[in-house]
């Protein structure tokens, strides 16, 4: 495990002649299996299962997911099984993500889309704990209290202050501990790699509910958030020749792989608002690179579609 994650300044000549000072926080380098942000959000969650003597981490995803494929690895190196609820009808072969799934020891379970829609109802929860057993569970994207508290740990390890963090999202668990971590004087700009991302707002403040007892010290974390949702390219796991073709020019000014799914909207985005003077000059900025490099392997159809692919 490579914690603290490290912290790398990146260097180009937009950045200097716009006078920021931009880190990326690489926390896609905290584990092969489990990286990034899914290691972050699965660490207290696998604690309290052990505390509670559950053997067994029910969860949630699609069938790419990133969060399926750390949670059973996690799993499986602490010695729990695994539970994977697949949204969509099983198609076979299964893809590289789910085979890896299953191989580190998770069960699949593949219900309906219509079905996953009610991951969060209370009768859908027990008719699979009538299934399966009185299990430990993780909602989708680690998104729960436990998730929270791990990511809040991301602020703690940094010896670099910005004035803006900066990080993807999907369930807003992410950047609640960021919020959560912020100091009065810090931004924590949240780039939706969702169409439509603006419920992440309610997300997050539901998210931040779970550690605050009041409206007004939720009211007054949000004030430090800025939710960005004009680069999602189409939506989720949707993809574009310009974002591949981004990926890879990042790719060869940095050596930094990143995701298409998320990382690359992020820097995408973050990139273009400097360029457009959105940042006052000497800002500093650090930005988040919750990993999930895994995913890229389920957008070749996709590219080849497009005609395009990655240099790495």
């Given at each position: 495990?490579?914690?603290?994650?490290?912290?790398?300044?990146?260097?180009?000549?937009?950045?200097?002649?716009?006078?920021?000072?931009?880190?990326?926080?690489?926390?896609?380098?905290?584990?092969?299996?489990?990286?990034g942000n899914k290691w972050r959000?699965?660490?207290?969650?696998?604690?309290?299962?052990?505390?509670?003597?559950?053997?067994?981490?029910?969860?949630?995803?699609?069938?790419?997911?990133?969060?399926?494929?750390?949670?059973?690895?996690?799993?499986?190196?602490?010695?729990?099984?695994?539970?994977?609820?697949?949204?969509?009808?099983?198609?076979?072969?299964?893809?590289?993500?789910?085979?890896?799934?299953?191989?580190?020891?998770?069960?699949?379970?593949?219900?309906?889309?219509?079905?996953?829609?009610?991951?969060?109802?209370?009768?859908?929860?027990?008719?699979?704990?009538?299934?399966?057993?009185?299990?430990?569970?993780?909602?989708?994207?680690?998104?729960?209290?436990?998730?929270?508290?791990?990511?809040?740990?991301?602020?703690?390890?940094?010896?670099?202050q910005p004035d803006f963090f900066?990080?993807?999202?999907?369930?807003?668990?992410?950047?609640?501990?960021?919020?959560?971590?912020?100091t009065q004087h810090q931004k924590?700009?949240?780039?939706?790699?969702?169409?439509?991302?603006?419920?992440?707002?309610?997300?997050?403040?539901?998210?931040?509910?779970?550690?605050?007892?009041?409206?007004?010290?939720?009211?007054?974390?949000?004030?430090?958030?800025?939710?960005?949702?004009?680069?999602?390219?189409?939506?989720?796991?949707?993809?574009?020749?310009?974002?591949?073709?981004?990926?890879?020019?990042?790719?060869?000014?940095?050596?930094?792989?990143?995701?298409?799914?998320?990382?690359?909207?992020?820097?995408?985005?973050?990139?273009?608002?400097?360029?457009?003077?959105?940042?006052?000059?000497?800002?500093?900025?650090?930005?988040?690179?919750?990993?999930?490099?895994?995913?890229?392997?389920?957008?070749?159809?996709?590219?080849?579609?497009?005609?395009?692919?990655?240099?790495?």
């Amino acid at each position: 495990m490579n914690l603290p994650s490290p912290i790398q300044k990146l260097e180009s000549e937009l950045l200097s002649e716009k006078q920021i000072e931009l880190w990326i926080k690489r926390d896609d380098l905290i584990h092969p299996a489990i990286s990034g942000n899914k290691w972050r959000k699965l660490k207290w969650n696998i604690e309290k299962a052990k505390d509670n003597k559950k053997s067994t981490v029910l969860t949630f995803g699609g069938a790419f997911s990133n969060h399926i494929a750390a949670t059973a690895f996690a799993c499986k190196q602490a010695g729990l099984k695994s539970i994977g609820v697949i949204r969509g009808e099983k198609v076979e072969p299964l893809n590289a993500t789910l085979v890896k799934a299953q191989k580190d020891g998770m069960q699949l379970h593949f219900v309906s889309r219509a079905a996953y829609v009610l991951k969060k109802d209370d009768d859908f929860i027990l008719g699979l704990r009538n299934q399966f057993g009185n299990f430990h569970l993780v909602p989708e994207g680690g998104a729960n209290y436990y998730g929270v508290m791990g990511c809040m740990e991301i602020a703690k390890e940094l010896d670099v202050q910005p004035d803006f963090f900066a990080t993807s999202a999907g369930t807003g668990t992410t950047a609640t501990g960021l919020l959560l971590s912020a100091t009065q004087h810090q931004k924590v700009m949240v780039f939706s790699g969702l169409k439509g991302g603006e419920f992440l707002k309610d997300d997050i403040k539901h998210l931040i509910n779970y550690t605050t007892y009041n409206s007004e010290d939720t009211d007054d974390i949000l004030q430090h958030l800025n939710l960005i949702t004009d680069y999602h390219f189409g939506g989720f796991a949707k993809i574009t020749p310009e974002l591949v073709e981004f990926a890879n020019a990042f790719y060869r000014q940095f050596q930094i792989p990143l995701d298409l799914i998320y990382t690359s909207k992020l820097f995408y985005g973050l990139f273009d608002l400097i360029r457009k003077n959105q940042f006052k000059p000497h800002s500093k900025i650090v930005a988040l690179h919750t990993g999930g490099l895994q995913g890229n392997k389920g957008f070749s159809a996709q590219m080849k579609k497009l005609g395009v692919k990655l240099d790495y």
